[in-house]
């Protein structure tokens, strides 16, 4: 039996780790023939060009890793079963599911280690890619944005004519501070207001307070630096980030930051726990596969490629329908994220039972 797992192993992890490097190449090369023309006529930026397609190829690793999973497993299973060496190992009392045991253990750790490659690499190099790709394009990074508005913590409401990021000030901006019953308890109206990173505060630089008293009374004053009391920080009025371009903990830091202030959450929440389901989808393609495989004729490949192309259409319009649920708050996040992996778990329950 140790020979026969150590055989599937070999065969299985040899033909994933090549059919996952030829798909990754294959999607590089699509994409490197999309912008061919534009290549062509900028050759000055060939090193933006370079550093974008490398810096692209572990994002590409990590969208196609489920994919070269299925394929490996259907494969490899599929020709046993062609070559009548599964046969031979279930009339000697072995079933499909104990003999494939060994290759499904394999496939949670790459499951696993998948997780802690979009952290520390597929995330992190998207941004160099965006970075050259921007350089390319001539895009300059965004310095300012608005007009805008804002709901925060503790009842504030902001409406912001433009914020500046680098130098964390806005101008032209009225504060609301609103009570619980929806009045308003004071106004400030100001051409700038400043952020100081020494006490971590926002000032009014210079503006107009106006305090609305419970007995109807409306006091109005003139103010020059003067703090304001919110919980907002700088890191509240960034643009929205691209998702491809944050780590699991980043995206949990804001998501933790959006929250302080009531901001929604939903897109952000819903992709975080994307990132991790899709890690593990692999796991339950596989086991797909190997149902599939019992289904295997003399042409093993057609049938792979085919099992994988239905397959992947399946999986992925059935996650688009439920992350856009999860994003627009129609859904928890953490089931519209996993729910496409619960409903082929099912699937793959149900199979089993009628096959087994």
């Excluded at 974008?52 to 999973?69: D, E, G, K, S």
């Excluded at 901001?263 to 593990?280: A, G, K, P, Q, V």
Aim: glycine content about 4%.
């Amino acid at each position: 039996m140790k020979k026969l797992n150590a055989y599937l192993l070999k065969e299985f992890l040899s033909f994933f780790f090549g059919s996952l490097l030829l798909f990754v190449v294959l999607v590089t090369i699509a994409d490197l023939s999309s912008r061919l023309s534009f290549y062509t006529e900028h050759p000055e930026l060939i090193n933006y060009f370079i550093t974008y397609h490398l810096a692209r190829a572990p994002h590409n690793t990590y969208y196609i890793f489920p994919v070269a999973l299925m394929f490996a497993s259907t494969y490899v299973l599929g020709t046993f079963v062609k070559n009548k060496e599964m046969l031979a190992i279930e009339n000697s009392g072995i079933s499909l599911f104990k003999f494939s045991m060994p290759m499904f253990v394999i496939v949670i750790m790459l499951c696993l280690i998948l997780v802690f490659f979009w952290q520390f690499v597929a995330a992190p190099l998207n941004k160099v890619s965006f970075a050259a790709n921007d350089a390319m394009r001539g895009n300059k990074q965004a310095s300012k944005s608005g007009p805008w508005q804002l709901f925060g913590g503790n009842n504030y409401l902001y409406f912001i004519d433009t914020y500046f990021y680098q130098e964390q000030y806005m101008t032209n901006t009225i504060l609301l501070k609103m009570n619980d019953d929806g009045g308003i308890k004071f106004r400030i109206s100001s051409p700038y207001i400043q952020w100081n990173n020494d006490d971590k505060k926002w000032y009014v630089k210079n503006g107009i307070l106006t305090t609305f008293s419970e007995n109807k009374e409306i006091e109005v004053k003139e103010i020059n630096n003067y703090p304001l009391d919110v919980l907002e920080r700088p890191e509240h009025f960034y643009g929205r980030p691209l998702l491809d371009s944050m780590s699991l903990t980043e995206e949990a830091h804001i998501i933790k930051l959006q929250k302080e202030v009531n901001m929604n959450t939903s897109r952000l929440e819903t992709d975080l726990h994307y990132r991790i389901s899709y890690c593990f989808s692999g796991f339950i393609i596989v086991l797909l596969a190997s149902l599939f495989s019992k289904f295997s004729t003399q042409s093993v490949l057609v049938v792979s490629l085919v099992m994988v192309i239905i397959v992947a259409l399946l999986y992925y319009s059935i996650l688009m329908i439920f992350r856009s649920m999860g994003e627009a708050g129609n859904m928890n996040p953490f089931i519209a994220a996993w729910m496409p992996n619960i409903i082929f778990a099912i699937l793959c329950i149900l199979a089993f039972k009628k096959f087994h």
